[in-house]
């Protein structure tokens, strides 16, 4: 079976390869799957998060949800009261640094931040996924850490829901013990549910 540090690098290969005109035509039709979905309708406050290394464009998403007035979060990368991430909102005059990694967060004061269990909904990056939720990240284990309690309460909130081309898709994951499936994929081709 292929391991996964190989398949997380052929799947971050593959969705690196789309041309950029092909990778923003695969975001703004699986924004439209998304926003059509009940899943999104009833959530007031949602993560999402900054695409990058040929991640598909979370942006035409955000610009959808701010025009809703969905409160929107970025993650960000703590220590803060033993949390690996918190949540950080996210609006047009949010100014954003560099942080862990190279990636861009919001420039706020803990007393801004929030905790997973209070969102509603959340946008989760991935490098692979397979039809069943099973999904691998990009290795750090943040999401996995962050939501761990959903292992145990699968119905508790928020709902995560992975975002990818659908060039990602793998036949089948070996799901791990601390693995924390999704409760839905959006892709340019659709939007799914998983009875997890």
């Not at 309708?41 to 993560?47: D, E, G, S, T, W």
């Not at 039809?131 to 508790?156: C, E, L, V």
């Amino acid at each position: 079976m292929t391991s996964q540090a190989t398949l997380r690098q052929q799947c971050r290969q593959r969705r690196r390869s789309l041309p950029p005109e092909l990778q923003q035509l695969h975001a703004q039709t699986a924004a439209r799957f998304i926003l059509r979905s009940r899943t999104i309708m009833r959530a007031r406050k949602v993560a999402v998060f900054l695409s990058e290394d040929g991640e598909m464009n979370t942006m035409p998403l955000i610009q959808a949800l701010w025009q809703r007035k969905v409160n929107i979060y970025l993650p960000v990368l703590t220590r803060y009261n033993r949390r690996p991430m918190m949540f950080a909102p996210f609006t047009t005059k949010t100014k954003l640094e560099p942080k862990y990694f190279g990636i861009h967060e919001p420039q706020v004061g803990k007393h801004e931040l929030i905790d997973g269990k209070h969102l509603d909904l959340v946008i989760t990056p991935l490098a692979c996924f397979d039809a069943s939720g099973n999904r691998i990240g990009m290795g750090g284990g943040y999401y996995d850490k962050t939501f761990q309690f959903k292992r145990y309460f699968k119905n508790a909130s928020p709902k995560l829901i992975g975002w990818a081309h659908q060039c990602q898709e793998v036949k089948e994951l070996q799901s791990q013990p601390w693995d924390v499936r999704l409760n839905g994929l959006v892709t340019e081709m659709q939007f799914t549910l998983f009875n997890n």
